[in-house]
């Protein structure tokens, strides 16, 4: 069962993401174990502070190493004493997150848990002494973590065997082990006539060898008009 927790300011965010799709299909599967650690519950007084002003000047807060510390070990103290762990801190300046990343995951057995971040930032100290891997979505800022947490987990988990309806869906996906890491091919259905536009011939034509070269070749002209890098 693979395990993956986050520690965030709001979880509220991440619990009202686990009753739907791959989310609620891994947990009912038992393919996988999902928790929600509140930051605010490690709170270094009793308003709930979690956060404090940078050293040096600057705007905004930045969250305190001593209360991230403590959340990590509180989500360590549930797992078994030789389970390893790996802590992913989604971030601007991490490595831009592919889909190589999420099947190293869904093919290891490291428990994962999510730092999402807030406000400007998190104390480097806690980064340096915990944090294994740091991972960004693209070149933009958010207002915190728990939306690239989320999609990076719902990446790993679609390719947990098991999870997906169909064995082959995660491999025939853009950039999946089916399709050479290409892009997808289009998709039709009906009606089979729309707007002065009609689904391909050859994809009703209940030849499967030629809609299998179909695809491949379709496969091919996307990635070179959109992504030609993939090739």
């Not at 891994?26 to 393919?31: D, F, I, R, V, Y």
């Not at 099947?103 to 998190?122: H, K, N, P």
């Not at 009606?191 to 209940?206: A, D, I, R, T, Y």
């Amino acid at each position: 069962m693979r395990k993956i927790s986050f520690i965030t300011i709001h979880p509220k965010i991440i619990e009202s993401y686990r009753p739907f799709g791959i989310f609620k299909s891994a947990e009912e599967g038992g393919l996988a174990q999902i928790s929600v650690t509140d930051l605010r519950d490690f709170a270094a007084d009793k308003h709930g502070s979690v956060d404090g002003a940078p050293y040096g000047g600057g705007d905004g807060m930045v969250l305190r190493a001593d209360c991230l510390s403590q959340a990590l070990n509180s989500v360590r103290a549930n797992l078994l004493a030789n389970e390893k762990v790996n802590v992913i801190f989604t971030s601007p300046t991490g490595k831009l997150w592919a889909q190589e990343d999420a099947q190293m995951f869904a093919d290891g057995d490291e428990s994962l848990v999510f730092i999402c971040g807030r406000f400007a930032g998190v104390d480097q100290r806690f980064i340096d002494k915990y944090v294994d891997q740091q991972y960004s979505v693209g070149d933009v800022v958010l207002a915190g973590g728990e939306l690239p947490a989320l999609m990076m987990a719902e990446s790993i988990l679609r390719l947990v065997p098991g999870v997906l309806g169909h064995e082959q869906s995660a491999t025939e996906d853009s950039f999946g082990a089916g399709l050479d890491g290409k892009l997808e091919y289009p998709s039709y259905t009906r009606p089979p006539e729309w707007n002065g536009h009609k689904v391909p011939e050859v994809l009703m034509s209940g030849n499967h060898q030629a809609i299998a070269k179909w695809r491949r070749e379709e496969s091919i002209r996307m990635t070179q008009k959109l992504r030609p890098d993939l090739l």
